[in-house]
């Protein structure tokens, strides 16, 4: 169902009685829609958790790609992550993980530095903001983890990711993240089937490692 945030931003929650712990997942950039509506319905089918998704583009749901492109650079940490803590606090239970994809698992990697996750899962996640998105209030993904437990962070790359390069993805194990390469996947494989780049043995494979992950305590 769709609630509001303590911040007065929406969010989808799925909330079963009894749930262990919780979850945030953080969409890609074109936001909160049934994709993810119905992604968060099936992980708390699937796991129990109580499980909760916020939107990227608050009041702008209406941008097509091009213009959350160009809008990117006006995203605010301060916001986005502050709805990140706020949809952990709707989950109602501890302890809450994180996930995000693309866009989103860039912002999940940078709420390594919040301290309120006990493990975070960033799919594909831009490792540095990418020039035409840096603005005011875009902090670097790497210092953010630097800031915070890079241990508790898994990263699911492919190797055919222009978004996710060799050299950065080293630089992000160097911090002490846990990075799962898949051989030849590009962007977006394991989200929306309905993508190109879609593998469903991979995707099926990175689900596995995400749920293993996040299903351990602190």
């Keep these: 169902m769709r609630i509001t945030l303590s911040t007065g931003h929406p969010a989808e929650l799925v909330a079963p009685i ?3 712990q919780g979850l945030v ?3 890609d950039i074109m936001g909160l829609r049934p994709l993810f509506d119905d992604m968060v319905e ?7 958790w109580a499980v909760c998704a916020p939107d990227l583009y608050v ?4 941008l097509d790609l091009e213009g959350r492109l160009a809008e990117a650079e006006h995203l605010d940490d301060a916001v986005v992550l502050g709805d990140l803590v706020a949809a952990a606090d709707a989950c109602g239970v501890e302890p809450v993980g994180c ?6 698992g860039m912002y999940t990697l940078k709420a390594v530095a919040t301290g309120r996750f006990h493990r975070v899962v960033s799919f594909y996640g831009m490792i540095t903001v990418p020039e035409a998105w840096r603005g005011a209030g875009q902090g670097e993904p790497l210092v953010a983890i630097r ?6 962070a898994m990263a699911v ?10 050299d ?3 630089r992000l194990r160097a911090t002490g993240v846990t990075v799962v390469s898949y051989a030849d996947a590009d962007h977006g494989f394991v989200h929306d089937p309905d993508r190109p780049a879609h593998r469903r043995a991979d995707a099926a494979d990175a689900w596995t490692r995400t749920v293993d992950w996040l299903s351990e305590r602190p």
């Design 168 to 170: 950065e993805v080293a």
């Design 18 to 20: 009894g749930a262990p």
């Design 42 to 48: 099936q992980l708390a089918r699937d796991t129990g």
């Design 99 to 104: 996930i995000g994809f693309c866009m989103g």
């Design 59 to 62: 009041g702008q749901q209406e």
């Design 157 to 166: 790359v492919g190797t055919a990711d222009s978004y996710t390069p060799p």
């Design 25 to 27: 997942v953080v969409p």
């Design 147 to 152: 800031n915070g437990n890079a241990a508790s």
